[in-house]
């Protein structure tokens, strides 16, 4: 008989917050390519999940609404186990033990969608198992093995309401950022990243000017996140044209703003209360019950 495992089976489970570009600004390009950005960015109380236990030998298994989508790269591809061993490498380094884990993801986001759910799984998977193992690394260790994984690790790492500059590794957090009501739609279309970038018109454009930020408050942060833009979106929307109609429908439901996040093709509509949007992912889910709807709120700054 197969046994079907969940994060809750395991001895110890974190959450992978979906990671929110609540707005996104391209202001230019290393000689190395790398786009430099200024970003806006919440987590969802939403995501993807992970249980840890110890184990004989290394495993790894999943389970999910996405899972079969991540199932072919399980063998070495995927960022949880690619995080597994760079952090078990620094802990052999400083001299700590980091035996066989058994780890299994519940994929409950979409893959590559732009809410950073592989990145969000890296950033629990070192996370928890800096407690299993009981290591106790410098900070800048885990930071720089996070950025080694990816530019959005460093922010997922720390999944809370933050300013992200450069190629993402320029954190400054946002202890008195709002909790938001928000849906999260996707039509489960991919879009190709370097693509969307390189069909930007412009990688030059202003950074971020935000030096009041602290003092503002939830109908504040709305007018804000309002006057500024995701500079992906116009590309992506030539890539996927889904994305125009997913952000009419959203949008439709009465929300507060509805933008793409990332490099899409997933849109959230901010509301006033999670009751709005719970009704609005219901009512859309009703519209289009091929696509991904789910209603959540974000995580605030203070928490």
């Given amino acids: ?91 052999h380094d400083a001299g700590f033990e980091a035996p066989p884990v058994h780890i299994h993801l519940e994929k409950n986001l979409p893959v590559a969608s732009g809410i950073g759910g592989g990145s969000a799984d890296a950033a629990a998977t070192l996370r928890a198992l800096t407690r299993l193992w009981g290591l106790s690394l410098p900070s800048d260790t885990i930071t720089a093995i996070a950025l080694r994984l990816g530019a959005d690790v460093p922010m997922c790492l720390v999944s809370r309401p933050l300013i992200a500059r450069g190629i993402g590794e320029s954190i400054e957090l946002l202890p008195d950022f709002p909790s938001f009501a928000m ?45 500024l833009r995701n500079d992906l979106e116009p590309p992506a929307r030539t890539l996927c044209t889904q994305i125009a109609t997913l952000s009419q429908l959203i949008d439709s439901q009465g929300a507060l703003t509805t933008r793409m996040s990332g490099s899409g093709a997933t849109c959230f509509g901010l509301f006033d209360n999670i009751e709005q949007a719970t009704a609005a992912a219901v009512s859309l889910h009703s519209l289009r019950p091929d696509w991904y709807f789910q209603a959540t709120e974000t995580i605030a700054g203070g928490t």
């Avoid at 990671?19 to 995501?47: C, E, P, S, W």
Wanted: glycine share 8%; hydrophobic share 45%; net charge neutral.
């Fill in 183 to 227: 849906v999260l739609g996707n039509p489960l279309v991919g879009v190709s990243t370097p693509e969307v970038f390189r069909l930007l018109g412009r990688k030059d454009n202003p950074p971020f000017a935000l030096s009041w930020q602290a003092k503002s408050g939830r109908m504040q942060w709305i007018e804000t996140i309002n006057g």
């Fill in 1 to 91: 008989m197969t046994v079907i495992l969940a994060a809750d089976d395991f001895d110890l489970t974190e959450e992978a917050p979906a990671k929110i570009n609540l707005a996104l600004h391209v202001t230019g390009q290393r000689a190395d390519g790398y786009h430099l950005l200024d970003m806006l960015v919440t987590f969802a109380r939403h995501g993807d999940r992970l249980g840890f236990r110890a184990s004989a030998r290394d495993e790894f298994s999943l389970s999910g609404r996405f899972s079969p989508l991540l199932a072919e790269e399980s063998a070495g591809g995927n960022l949880v186990l690619k995080a597994r061993d760079l952090l078990r490498q620094a802990a």
